[in-house]
């Protein structure tokens, strides 16, 4: 533990702190989950790639969206799978900045990247004969460019105001990764400040996209109720369905998290939901969209016939 007036150059992640025999437990679960998560977001990667019927810019937003899961789930899993074999774990400042800045890097572009296919998704639906002007690939790199763009804006200033902290109550976070809540618990000097720009940031960022959300559905929603038939509208809405499954998890963990505020927070509570959003969610994306979705079930299928021939050769 780091004395008053002594700056902290290192931090122990204290994880869970639960017995040795739940902690071996957890390691396997969660191992199996991060395995999950890479394969399957992996996976819906090479066969967007692979199929010429998922060509479209709503698959290759998607495959973004499987980059940053695998991305993001990297940044956090493989460092608390340590913790949990070494019971604790010492990670220097710097990785800890580094580990805080990906962390946000990637959670945000995801929060922006979900906003663009909700706009990806009312241009199809609201003006499909436009849809392919619209939605050129200079159009869809410049959505995800400025995604990514918007988010490193972002991850600079959130980590320059943390990490700018003096550190010297005590150098144990008591979290599984360098999260914000448990920093701030850890620093001598006057946060309020830095925290309101953390939160103001985190606020506009999750408001933006939300609003461009709900906005892109209302028209969707009032595109389907034109709609004369039941069949028509019912393949109309599984269209956006997926993404809406989507955007219910990742948002619905994350303002829970950051739009509450340090006061009152309980670390553990804090702790599983953070569990829910950096592991369940990126394991669950691919599930959502391939069950959900006749084309890519389509195209699995098609590529399970392809291997059987080939075994069969």
């Known amino acids: 533990m780091a004395e008053n007036n002594t700056v902290v150059t290192d931090f122990v992640l204290v994880g869970f702190q639960l017995r040795p025999e739940l902690q071996l437990g957890l390691f396997f679960v969660f191992l199996i989950l991060y395995l999950t998560t890479i394969g399957g977001n992996l996976g819906m990667?090479?066969?967007?790639?692979?199929?010429?019927?998922?060509?479209?810019?709503?698959?290759?937003?998607?495959?973004?969206?499987?980059?940053?899961?695998?991305?993001?789930?990297?940044?956090?899993?493989?460092?608390?799978?340590?913790?949990?074999?070494?019971?604790?774990?010492?990670?220097?400042?710097?990785?800890?900045?580094?580990?805080?800045?990906?962390?946000?890097?990637?959670?945000?572009?995801?929060?922006?990247?979900?906003?663009?296919?909700?706009?990806?998704?009312?241009?199809?639906?609201?003006?499909?004969?436009?849809?392919?002007?619209?939605?050129?690939?200079?159009?869809?790199?410049g959505l995800v460019a400025g995604a990514?763009?918007?988010?490193?804006?972002?991850?600079?200033?959130?980590?320059?105001?943390?990490?700018s902290l003096s550190f010297c109550k005590s150098n144990h976070v008591d979290f599984f990764f360098c999260d914000l809540p448990p920093l701030l618990k850890l620093a001598c000097n006057e946060t309020k400040p830095r925290e309101l720009v953390i939160y103001l940031l985190a606020f506009f960022v999750i408001t933006t996209s939300i609003s461009v959300i709900l906005i892109s559905y209302l028209f969707i929603i009032r595109?389907?109720?034109?709609?004369?038939?039941?069949?028509?509208?019912?393949?109309t809405f599984s269209t956006c369905?997926?993404?809406?499954?989507?955007?219910?998890?990742?948002?619905?963990?994350?303002?829970?998290?950051?739009?509450?505020?340090?006061?009152?927070?309980?670390?553990?509570?804090?702790?599983?939901?953070?569990?829910?959003?950096?592991?369940?969610?990126?394991?669950?994306?691919p599930m959502v969209y391939s069950l959900r979705n006749k084309e890519v079930k389509g195209a699995l299928k098609k590529a399970f016939s392809r291997m059987k021939v080939s075994q069969a050769v």
Request: aromatic residues 14%; proline residues 4%; charged residues 10%.
């Open 241 to 285: 369905a997926s993404h809406m499954t989507a955007v219910a998890l990742f948002f619905g963990t994350l303002i829970f998290m950051y739009l509450k505020g340090n006061m009152g927070s309980a670390l553990g509570e804090d702790k599983i939901v953070s569990v829910f959003y950096t592991m369940v969610i990126p394991m669950l994306n």
């Open 148 to 163: 990514y763009s918007g988010a490193m804006a972002n991850s600079v200033i959130r980590t320059g105001c943390t990490f």
């Open 45 to 141: 990667i090479l066969l967007i790639q692979s199929d010429p019927h998922l060509q479209t810019p709503m698959y290759f937003f998607l495959s973004h969206l499987s980059f940053l899961d695998i991305c993001y789930s990297t940044v956090i899993i493989p460092q608390l799978l340590k913790t949990l074999g070494t019971e604790k774990t010492v990670i220097s400042f710097e990785c800890c900045a580094a580990q805080f800045f990906f962390f946000t890097l990637y959670a945000s572009t995801e929060c922006f990247l979900l906003a663009v296919m909700a706009y990806d998704r009312y241009v199809a639906v609201c003006n499909p004969l436009l849809y392919a002007a619209a939605m050129t690939p200079k159009t869809r790199l």
């Open 223 to 235: 595109a389907i109720l034109r709609i004369r038939t039941a069949g028509g509208k019912a393949k």
